[in-house]
């Protein structure tokens, strides 16, 4: 069973790593979204707790703790406050596990990153799916202005559950045990410091940000020159206020173009996390495609 008492660790690069492992069969690699120091919420591997142990009926799953969140450590140097930094962790993290020919899954900002993760290294996956990902879609998200009225004190209990209700359709997938893991998260000294870092000190502007605009401007051009190359999933939920449907549509667009082994699947009344709000539903669409490749 997925919870906090079943995290592994490893170093990876001299970052201590945390990460959940279960099943047998084809690796399924599931990465979550958000970032180091985010004032909102504190993603981490435990978004998955709905969908985990479903899945290691059907394979073998691995769910990390991100560069920098949840109880992987931030990184070493303020120049690694970037989303470089994060994807090349990932690639670390594979290598270290010796895992091979990996279905790479990722959420949000972590759907960038498996997008960019296929396209950059894509000897080490099999296929790679994306999942309300604003950052990796063309256009703006609406994260700044659908939680621009985030309660304080930030990164409290009510507050985080506040920015996850708002993300979702149905408020019930906001379940105490997740709002406990990122509680936790939230009162670690090195999540603090990497919130002040990224707010007070600046790196958030001055670093991350230009790092995301980069990446997506280079990744849309690898896109459009030579394509995925690997079989592509995109999930979708129709209600997703952050990420919307037509950000969505011409993501795939784009992603479809030079892959024809690309599809798209929308779930209606679904928020952001759609594998939350449709987890048995979501398993079994994962289940599928990943059969098909």
Same mark, same amino acid.
């Given at each position: 069973?997925?919870?906090?008492?079943?995290?592994?660790?490893?170093?990876?690069?001299?970052? %201590?790593?945390?990460?959940?492992?279960?099943?047998?069969?084809?690796?399924?690699?599931?990465?979550?979204?958000?970032?180091?120091?985010? /004032?909102?919420?504190?993603?981490?591997?435990?978004?998955?707790?709905?969908?985990?142990?479903?899945?290691?009926?059907?394979?073998?799953?691995? $769910?990390?703790?991100?560069?920098?969140?949840?109880?992987?450590?931030?990184?070493?140097?303020?120049?690694? #406050?970037?989303?470089?930094?994060?994807?090349?962790?990932?690639?670390?993290?594979?290598?270290?596990?010796?895992?091979?020919?990996?279905?790479?899954?990722?959420?949000?900002?972590?759907? @960038?990153?498996?997008?960019?993760?296929?396209?950059? #290294?894509?000897?080490?996956?099999?296929?790679?799916?994306?999942?309300?990902?604003?950052?990796?879609?063309?256009?703006?998200?609406?994260?700044?202005?659908?939680?621009?009225?985030? /309660?304080? /004190?930030?990164?409290?209990?009510?507050?985080?559950? *506040?920015?996850?209700?708002?993300?979702? @359709?149905?408020?019930?997938?906001?379940?105490?045990? *997740?709002?406990?893991?990122?509680?936790?998260?939230?009162?670690?000294?090195?999540?603090?410091?990497?919130?002040?870092? =990224?707010?007070?000190?600046? +790196?958030?502007?001055? +670093?991350?940000?230009?790092?995301?605009?980069?990446?997506? $401007?280079?990744?849309?051009?690898?896109?459009?020159?030579?394509?995925?190359?690997?079989?592509?999933?995109?999930? *979708?939920?129709?209600?997703?206020?952050?990420?919307?449907?037509?950000?969505?549509?011409?993501?795939?667009?784009?992603?479809?173009?030079?892959?024809?082994?690309?599809? =798209?699947?929308?779930?209606?009344?679904?928020?952001?996390?759609? @594998? %939350?709000?449709?987890?048995?539903?979501?398993?079994?669409? +994962?289940?599928?495609?990943?059969?098909?490749?």
């Amino acid at each position: 069973m997925m919870d906090s008492k079943s995290g592994k660790f490893v170093d990876v690069d001299g970052i %201590r790593t945390r990460y959940f492992e279960a099943g047998s069969g084809e690796t399924v690699l599931l990465v979550h979204g958000g970032n180091f120091g985010s /004032p909102h919420c504190c993603d981490c591997s435990l978004d998955w707790n709905l969908n985990f142990d479903g899945l290691a009926e059907h394979f073998h799953v691995v $769910a990390l703790d991100k560069l920098g969140q949840g109880f992987t450590a931030i990184p070493s140097s303020q120049n690694d #406050y970037t989303m470089d930094a994060v994807v090349r962790h990932t690639l670390r993290f594979i290598e270290t596990l010796n895992l091979s020919d990996v279905h790479v899954v990722g959420h949000s900002r972590g759907g @960038y990153l498996t997008c960019r993760l296929t396209l950059e #290294y894509a000897d080490y996956v099999k296929s790679c799916t994306i999942i309300d990902s604003n950052t990796g879609a063309p256009g703006q998200g609406r994260n700044h202005i659908e939680f621009d009225d985030t /309660p304080k /004190p930030f990164l409290s209990r009510a507050s985080q559950r *506040w920015v996850l209700e708002g993300y979702s @359709y149905n408020s019930k997938v906001v379940t105490e045990e *997740w709002l406990d893991e990122m509680e936790q998260i939230a009162a670690i000294p090195t999540y603090r410091k990497a919130v002040e870092l =990224m707010e007070e000190g600046g +790196l958030n502007e001055r +670093l991350f940000q230009p790092s995301i605009a980069r990446g997506r $401007a280079e990744m849309f051009e690898w896109l459009m020159d030579r394509g995925m190359q690997r079989p592509t999933l995109m999930v *979708w939920g129709l209600n997703d206020p952050t990420a919307t449907l037509d950000q969505g549509f011409a993501y795939y667009e784009i992603l479809s173009l030079k892959e024809p082994r690309t599809e =798209m699947h929308i779930f209606n009344e679904s928020g952001h996390f759609t @594998y %939350r709000e449709h987890p048995v539903a979501f398993n079994e669409t +994962l289940r599928s495609f990943i059969a098909s490749c």
